[in-house]
């Protein structure tokens, strides 16, 4: 809450705040086990429940995504909606170079949480770009609040990095709740690069 105008509960400025100003964000993700990963502000942690125990006990401690990663995840059956920088940024991972460890390995399952923690373990770059799929979201599909500022907030603490193409989620002044956003999440070299080529200073 920012506001302090008397005799009201909270008005819509203190809800429309950037994620820089978040103070906790975290997910579940279901499968095999069941993991919560969350941050304070003070580092990523993930906790694993114990069905035996019924409780979630610290099973990783301190998460660090890698600097650098191999893996790049992406819905490329949306590669016709893309603009050419996108189109290009994705080209990029696909080609074959070895002095670059190029080409990188696809992996989607088209499940926001369940590529994003595969991508923080592993290291790499999701990524939900701006389409013409859809004239109704031209920005793409996910939202700015409530999707990619808690997923930039968790990857930042773990040493990544979050972008819509051309500067860092967590900086976003949101206009309205349901604001949708592209977003490049992952390691911090693979995001860069990500901009680069969003941006036209890449080819």
């Known amino acids: 809450k920012i506001s302090n105008e008397p005799g009201v509960d909270y008005l819509l400025s203190d809800v429309l705040q950037p994620g820089i100003k978040q103070v906790a964000a975290g997910y579940f993700i279901y499968g095999s086990s069941t993991i919560m990963v969350y941050t304070t502000g003070n580092g990523v942690h993930g906790f694993t429940l114990y069905p035996s125990v019924g409780e979630f006990l610290l099973s990783h401690k301190n998460i660090r995504i890698p600097e650098k990663g191999k ?9 016709n909606y893309w603009d050419e920088k996108t189109r290009a940024l994705v080209d990029y991972f696909k080609t074959k170079d070895k002095s670059s460890g190029r080409p990188y390995t696809s992996r989607y399952v088209g499940s926001l949480v369940a590529d994003f923690h595969r991508n923080l373990l592993k290291g790499g770059i999701f990524m939900y770009p701006a389409d013409l799929k859809d004239p109704k979201k031209p920005s793409g599909k996910l939202r700015l609040m409530v999707e990619a500022n808690p997923l930039a907030m968790v990857v ?7 972008s819509d193409g051309h500067g860092p989620i967590l900086e976003i002044q949101p206009k ?9 999440i992952g390691s911090k070299h693979e995001v860069s690069l990500a901009e680069q080529f969003i941006s036209g200073q890449r080819a």
């Open 156 to 162: 930042q603490q773990a040493g990544g990095y979050a």
């Open 71 to 79: 893996i790049y995840s992406v819905n490329e059956g949306n590669y």
């Open 176 to 184: 309205e709740f349901h604001q949708r956003t592209p977003l490049f």
